[in-house]
């Protein structure tokens, strides 16, 4: 199994930024791909940025291209989650998932196994 526990959120103003991480632990995440979901109050958790276990394959929601940059330092077992120019409707509980190294979409909660129990992030306007 991977534990995995994300830290980095808190309360910013609209424009401001925010780094989330995500640390694995019992298992390398060199062979898993890893994902960020969120889920806002009231509504379904939904995916933003995902980052195959191979390297070469980025993916982001529409609302997260151009202002959020998923990262991954295998070396550490960290994910990272850089969110800049943030807006009042990114707020959310932010969740970080590994998926194994055989899935395929990686755009769904049900393409990954291990979740971590979630870090808020709060955006004013």
């Known amino acids: 199994q991977v534990r995995l526990v994300e830290s980095g959120g808190g309360l910013v103003q609209a424009g401001g930024s925010l780094r989330l991480s995500c640390a694995a632990s019992r298992r390398s995440i060199s062979a898993y791909s890893m994902g960020w979901f969120r889920q806002a109050p009231g509504k379904e958790r939904e995916f933003v940025a995902a980052?195959?276990?191979?390297?070469?394959?980025?993916y982001y929601a529409d609302s997260a291209k151009g202002r959020f940059t998923i990262s991954r330092d295998n070396a550490k077992n960290m994910v990272y989650l850089q969110m800049n120019s943030l807006k009042p409707e990114d707020t959310a509980i932010y969740y970080c998932?590994?998926?194994?190294?055989?899935?395929?979409?990686?755009?769904?909660?049900?393409?990954?196994?291990?979740w971590g129990q979630g870090t808020q992030v709060t955006v004013s306007s």
């Open positions: 980052n195959r276990w191979s390297g070469d394959s980025t």
């Open positions: 998932a590994a998926a194994p190294d055989y899935s395929s979409s990686l755009l769904t909660l049900g393409d990954y196994d291990y």
